[in-house]
């Protein structure tokens, strides 16, 4: 859940395209079912046998945002024609790690060249974007690992990112994770997918669950998914 503002906010100001964009898109929600729809995109990797705060997978979480903010008033929107991230959480079959360590990393220590590109991708929406993203990092950022994976099977993209990881910069573990969620949410965007197969936000048309597993499962070379 995304934490509550701490003092009261006024009316939030109108979405540039709100006029353009529907408040619903379609029922398909796995995780958090007050988000008319919520992707859910599971990145397997290859460990070893799990010790307690390991894990063997991610969830990719992401939102449509006309559709959340329908529930609560929303101060801050990501960009148009992509989902709004919501977080990308080590998980495992079973329980899944949380809050592995101290956290103390802040807002001004995100890299600089990064923190538009990352709000851009990731807005609060019902709160400051910084104090979601801080939530979320400190829930399951901290306890990514750049050890659980294998590199000859890890995205070039993403061995990059951890490749240029500085162990002697207290920060540069989360820049990386923040990195590492973003370029995942710029690659398997959601909407973009949708849209390519003619599925659109709409209030008035409908789309079936097999149309939607369909165009997702097309994308990428699946046969089935959840």
């Known amino acids: 859940p995304n ?12 979405h540039p395209c709100s006029a353009n964009l529907p408040k619903s898109f379609l029922i398909l929600s796995y995780i958090m079912p007050q988000t008319i729809l919520t992707s859910v995109l599971l990145l397997a990797l ?3 046998p799990l010790a307690a705060d390991d894990y063997d997978l991610y969830v990719l979480a992401t939102e449509w945002a006309p559709s959340a903010c329908v529930f609560r008033k929303c101060f801050n929107w990501p960009i148009d024609d992509t989902m709004n991230l919501h977080g990308l959480w080590p998980s495992s079959a079973g329980s899944s790690p949380a809050e592995c360590e101290p956290f103390n990393y802040d807002e001004s220590n995100i890299d600089p060249s990064f923190k ?15 104090d979601f993203i801080k939530y979320e990092c400190k829930k399951h950022g ?55 197969s003619g599925i659109v936000p709409s ?24």
């Open 3 to 14: 934490p509550k503002p701490q003092t009261p906010t006024p009316d939030p100001p109108s």
């Open 46 to 48: 290859v460990t070893s």
């Open 116 to 130: 538009s590109e990352l709000y851009k991708y990731w807005a609060g929406l019902y709160t400051p974007s910084w």
């Open 142 to 196: 901290s306890c990514w690992r750049k050890d659980l994976h294998s590199s000859a099977k890890t995205d070039k993209k993403i061995q990059q990112l951890i490749d240029a990881y500085d162990p002697r910069d207290p920060f540069g573990k989360y820049n990386v994770y923040l990195k590492i969620a973003v370029y995942l949410s710029q690659k398997f965007n959601t909407f973009q997918v949708l849209k390519d």
């Open 203 to 226: 209030d008035t048309d409908h789309y079936t669950i097999d149309q939607i597993l369909g165009a997702i499962n097309k994308h990428e070379g699946l046969s089935y998914a959840l």
